[in-house]
């Protein structure tokens, strides 16, 4: 058990002896890995007896703890030895600029007084309004829990007819919680306090839990939604005899206490109690500990201010424009989780949809079936392929609108869609068919959600070349959509002046959703898919890639051109001259916030170092040795010459005195190495020219990372220690992005690596 304390902190000695696996400072040092950083704000009079108490709890897990102790600067311990509190106690000025991953805030024997009377309130507000930003969950016991309560949510504490004193039968009222996980139906949990808070006051607070309560004392454990706060009334940190000895000083201070319930054996003080409520305790702090800090908590410690910003990214908007992937409306089951999205936020009141896509790997898009059919050739055969393949596109609308729109003539339509087949040939039939799978899903849609269809036909408007002409198409589509809301809208389409459908290129519902929102001037544009965002990585490389919650325009733009799979420049455009942020968002995990992309996201700062790993195989690297050519023009635009006459595009560069060295792919040197090698000789009188392929380029993409020359000391530090060798180093002028390359071999296991260097701790 690894829980790392200031040396010499008492706790050692007595946890040592129970053979508790504390770790020094001195030993915790040599371990390369980040170690959980918590805080205790100990409030208790007997200051060593609950250090030691919750040590010997934290300690109970197989992470690395780092324990800080705080006392308040503005009361005095008067039960504590000083040296004791200046040797292992911080205060608060000392660790205001820290970031902590957990911290605890203890109880107090203060709670017969208002919350303001106590002398070190104000400083404990600071200190619980400054844990919002800098610590990533706070856990209040008893008094700690009411003050909790009383500052962040406005819940009250009342007074007791008498002191409640005893260990007490606990039940759960929540029992899918993380942090009861492996509770027994029934537990016990000390309690000792004169003071309690009403089950009513925490349910009228909707962001707040209850967890587990007790039939006699009452609510045991809250938590807010979010997770970041836990609130426990009770102490189950407590040693054997801790109640005992409460009880004891009470009976000597005259107090006349009552003998504290169901503990001492036959209710009997000069028995010895026994113990039933250690193993909870254990389980709820290693819970706490591992669902509560350790899952969730950024691996950059500083990313725990951002965690304040979340509200921001959630930044309420009244003005939605949604748009729908194909695999979001594949089936009639889908329809439903999208019909529940757009009714769960009055904001969205436009909609762009997609034709029902995939319904598992082996399944085709509706809209390639319809193209299918389109380019089927003239004549009997190709005749007989259209039936059938419009036929099978019949049999799918037929079987979601059976579900969602029953009302819905799918024969009619078909008649009228063959009808003007029939009447149509080469681009405008092709354009005409592709684009019926987007108008049947949206006039589903529309059926199902009860909202006005609109044919953006008569809205997006394509000049007689088949160009969107986008003057045209923003006023039309404001004009339209000026007075209606709640609308459903097909994508990918639109026409020329005389009614001629046209599509975008695949894909481009996604052009026609940023047209309408910046048409409407909406708040934010929803790009609602079947990945819960943009990924940090490649899924077919790196397991589960952690989502970016936030990056700008020039980032995305800088991973679409390394190699990731993003949103098209055409679909970003449109939204990025207006300035409306796109938030792209799974429609199977409709409660994650997915990732916002905004023009500028300094605001935002980085959650994560970096934003991003992308990259691709295929690249070779062409070496020139020559004295002084780093320092010649004239050779270095011969040879971008002559590459750009063969058609091969570099992808950089580096240049020293004598040497240059240019990144190219090498797909189309294929076999001709050595006649350009021969060529580059002699357009710059080269003396070695060296082309090697198997080359594979990775670009590791976050803002401003010019200032975070830590970025590229993670980046190499991490290849190093893997023996990966980098080919080259290279860092794009704007700092947005480090690329390398490193051996096509090497690929995969390097961006895992610089992955792992900068996800989450796991
Ligand atoms: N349905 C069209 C396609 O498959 C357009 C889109 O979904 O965005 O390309």
């Given at each position: 058990?690894?829980?790392?304390?200031?040396?010499?902190?008492?706790a050692?000695?007595?946890?040592?002896?129970?053979?508790?696996?504390?770790?020094?400072?001195?030993?915790?040092?040599?371990?390369d890995?980040?170690?959980?950083?918590?805080?205790?704000l100990?409030?208790?009079?007997?200051?060593?007896?609950?250090?030691?108490?919750?040590?010997?709890?934290?300690?109970?897990?197989?992470?690395?703890?780092?324990?800080?102790?705080?006392?308040?600067?503005?009361?005095?311990?008067?039960?504590?030895?000083?040296?004791?509190?200046?040797?292992?106690?911080?205060?608060?000025?000392?660790?205001?600029?820290?970031?902590?991953?957990?911290?605890?805030?203890?109880?107090?024997?203060?709670?017969?007084?208002?919350?303001?009377?106590?002398?070190?309130?104000?400083?404990?507000?600071?200190?619980?309004?400054?844990?919002?930003?800098?610590?990533?969950?706070?856990f209040?016991?008893?008094?700690?829990?009411?003050?909790?309560?009383?500052?962040?949510?406005?819940i009250?504490?009342?007074?007791?007819?008498?002191?409640?004193?005893?260990?007490?039968?606990?039940?759960?009222?929540?029992?899918?919680?993380?942090?009861?996980?492996?509770?027994?139906?029934?537990?016990?949990?000390?309690?000792?306090?004169?003071?309690?808070?009403?089950?009513?006051?925490?349910?009228a607070?909707?962001?707040?839990?209850?967890?587990?309560?007790?039939?006699?004392?009452g609510?045991?454990?809250?938590?807010?939604?979010?997770?970041?706060?836990?609130?426990?009334?009770?102490?189950?940190?407590?040693?054997?005899?801790?109640?005992?000895?409460?009880?004891?000083?009470?009976?000597?201070?005259?107090?006349?206490?009552?003998?504290?319930?169901?503990?001492?054996?036959?209710?009997?003080?000069?028995?010895?109690?026994?113990?039933?409520?250690?193993?909870?305790?254990?389980?709820?702090?290693?819970?706490?500990?591992?669902?509560?800090?350790?899952?969730?908590?950024?691996?950059?410690?500083?990313?725990?201010q951002?965690?304040?910003?979340?509200?921001?990214?959630?930044?309420?908007?009244?003005?939605?424009?949604?748009?729908?992937?194909?695999?979001?409306?594949?089936?009639?089951?889908?329809?439903?989780?999208?019909?529940?999205?757009?009714?769960?936020?009055?904001?969205?009141?436009?909609?762009?949809?997609?034709?029902?896509?995939?319904?598992?790997?082996?399944?085709?898009?509706?809209?390639?079936?319809?193209?299918?059919?389109?380019?089927?050739?003239?004549?009997?055969?190709?005749?007989?392929?259209?039936?059938?393949?419009?036929?099978?596109?019949?049999?799918?609308?037929?079987?979601?609108?059976d579900?969602?729109?029953?009302?819905?003539?799918?024969?009619?339509?078909?008649?009228?869609?063959?009808?003007?087949?029939?009447?149509?040939?080469?681009?405008?039939l092709?354009?005409y068919?592709?684009?019926?799978?987007?108008?049947?899903?949206?006039?589903?849609?529309?059926?199902?959600?009860?909202?006005?269809?609109?044919?953006?036909?008569?809205?997006?408007?394509?000049?007689?070349?088949?160009?969107?002409?986008?003057?045209?198409?923003?006023?039309?589509?404001?004009?339209?959509?000026?007075?209606?809301?709640n609308?459903?809208?097909?994508?990918?389409?639109?026409?020329?002046?005389?009614?001629?459908?046209?599509?975008?290129?695949?894909?481009?519902?996604?052009?026609?959703?940023?047209?309408?929102?910046?048409?409407?001037?909406?708040?934010?544009?929803?790009?609602?898919?079947?990945?819960?965002?943009?990924?940090?990585?490649?899924?077919?490389?790196?397991?589960?890639?952690?989502?970016?919650?936030?990056?700008?325009?020039?980032?995305?733009?800088?991973?679409?051109?390394?190699?990731?799979n993003?949103?098209?420049?055409?679909?970003?455009?449109?939204?990025?001259?207006?300035?409306?942020?796109?938030?792209?968002?799974?429609?199977?995990?409709?409660?994650?916030?997915?990732?916002?992309?905004?023009?500028?996201?300094?605001?935002?700062?980085?959650?994560?170092?970096?934003?991003?790993?992308?990259?691709?195989?295929?690249?070779?690297?062409?070496?020139?040795?020559?004295?002084?050519?780093?320092?010649?023009?004239?050779?270095?635009?011969?040879?971008?010459?002559?590459?750009?006459?063969?058609?091969?595009?570099?992808?950089?560069?580096?240049?020293?005195?004598?040497?240059?060295?240019?990144?190219?792919?090498?797909?189309?040197?294929?076999?001709?190495?050595?006649?350009?090698?021969?060529?580059?000789?002699?357009?710059?009188?080269?003396d070695?020219?060296t082309?090697?392929?198997?080359?594979?380029?990775?670009?590791?993409?976050?803002?401003?990372?010019?200032d975070?020359?830590?970025?590229?000391?993670?980046?190499?530090?991490?290849?190093?220690?893997?023996?990966?060798?980098t080919?080259?180093?290279?860092?794009?002028?704007?700092?947005?992005?480090?690329?390398?390359?490193?051996?096509?071999?090497?690929?995969?296991?390097?961006?895992?690596?610089?992955?792992?260097?900068?996800?989450?701790?796991?």
């Open positions: 058990m690894p829980i790392k304390v200031p040396n010499n902190l008492p050692i000695d007595i946890l040592t002896r129970e053979n508790v696996f504390v770790m020094t400072d001195t030993r915790a040092m040599t371990q890995i980040r170690p959980l950083k918590i805080l205790l100990n409030l208790m009079p007997t200051k060593i007896a609950t250090e030691t108490q919750l040590t010997r709890l934290l300690g109970n897990t197989p992470l690395q703890i780092e324990l800080e102790l705080l006392q308040t600067a503005t009361h005095k311990a008067s039960h504590t030895s000083e040296e004791h509190m200046i040797s292992f106690y911080k205060t608060f000025d000392q660790v205001r600029e820290n970031n902590y991953d957990g911290m605890i805030i203890t109880g107090a024997p203060v709670e017969l007084m208002d919350f303001e009377e106590v002398d070190y309130w104000d400083e404990l507000c600071e200190i619980m309004e400054w844990t919002k930003s800098h610590v990533h969950s706070t209040h016991i008893c008094w700690g829990a009411q003050a909790g309560l009383y500052y962040h949510y406005g009250h504490k009342h007074l007791l007819p008498k002191k409640l004193s005893g260990v007490y039968k606990h039940h759960l009222d929540y029992k899918k919680g993380m942090l009861f996980r492996g509770f027994d139906d029934e537990f016990y949990v000390p309690h000792s306090r004169n003071t309690t808070v009403y089950r009513e006051d925490i349910e607070i909707p962001e707040l839990k209850i967890l587990c309560s007790s039939d006699e004392a609510v045991f454990c809250v938590k807010s939604e979010d997770d970041r706060q836990i609130f426990v009334t009770g102490h189950s940190e407590y040693d054997g005899d801790t109640l005992k000895n409460e009880y004891e000083r009470d009976v000597k201070a005259g107090l006349d206490p009552d003998v504290p319930e169901h503990y001492f054996p036959d209710d009997d003080p000069t028995k010895e109690p026994v113990v039933n409520w250690r193993s909870c305790a254990n389980l709820i702090y290693s819970n706490w500990l591992n669902y509560f800090v350790y899952q969730s908590t950024p691996y950059d410690i500083h990313a725990i951002n965690e304040e910003l979340a509200p921001v990214l959630q930044r309420k908007s009244s003005l939605t424009a949604a748009k729908f992937g194909g695999t979001s409306l594949a089936d009639a089951e889908q329809f439903r989780k999208v019909r529940d999205i757009i009714k769960s936020d009055p904001a969205r009141k436009y909609v762009v949809v997609s034709a029902p896509g995939k319904r598992c790997d082996d399944d085709e898009k509706i809209t390639d079936l319809l193209i299918r059919a389109a380019k089927a050739p003239a004549g009997e055969e190709g005749r007989e392929e259209r039936d059938r393949l419009l036929a099978q596109v019949e049999k799918r609308i037929h079987d979601i609108a579900i969602v729109a029953p009302e819905m003539d799918v024969e009619k339509i078909f008649v009228e869609i063959r009808e003007k087949a029939d009447s149509l040939e080469g681009c405008a092709r354009d068919l592709a684009s019926r799978g987007e108008y049947l899903s949206a006039r589903m849609l529309a059926e199902y959600t009860g909202w006005t269809f609109m044919d953006p036909a008569g809205m997006i408007r394509f000049d007689d070349e088949g160009r969107l002409d986008r003057t045209a198409t923003r006023a039309l589509l404001s004009s339209k959509l000026r007075n209606v809301e609308v459903v809208i097909p994508g990918f389409y639109g026409a020329k002046e005389d009614g001629t459908i046209v599509t975008f290129s695949r894909g481009g519902s996604d052009i026609t959703g940023a047209l309408v929102a910046s048409a409407v001037k909406a708040d934010v544009y929803e790009n609602w898919t079947d990945v819960p965002g943009m990924l940090m990585a490649d899924p077919r490389i790196v397991k589960d890639p952690l989502t970016v919650p936030v990056i700008n325009y020039k980032e995305l733009r800088e991973l679409a051109l390394r190699g990731a993003v949103l098209h420049e055409d679909a970003v455009a449109p939204v990025r001259r207006t300035g409306i942020p796109i938030n792209i968002r799974s429609t199977e995990q409709p409660e994650l916030n997915g990732t916002l992309i905004v023009q500028n996201a300094d605001f935002y700062d980085s959650v994560l170092d970096i934003s991003g790993i992308s990259g691709s195989k295929g690249y070779a690297s062409i070496a020139i040795d020559k004295e002084g050519i780093g320092r010649s023009s004239g050779a270095h635009q011969a040879l971008m010459d002559l590459l750009g006459s063969r058609g091969i595009q570099v992808a950089g560069e580096q240049i020293t005195t004598d040497s240059i060295s240019i990144e190219v792919e090498a797909r189309p040197l294929r076999d001709e190495i050595e006649e350009i090698s021969r060529e580059i000789q002699h357009v710059v009188d080269a070695d020219v082309i090697s392929s198997g080359l594979a380029t990775i670009a590791v993409v976050g803002r401003n990372m010019a975070k020359s830590s970025v590229a000391v993670k980046v190499f530090e991490a290849l190093a220690n893997e023996h990966i060798s080919r080259f180093v290279d860092h794009s002028a704007d700092s947005i992005s480090i690329q390398l390359g490193v051996s096509e071999s090497d690929y995969k296991k390097a961006i895992r690596t610089i992955y792992r260097q900068f996800s989450l701790i796991r």
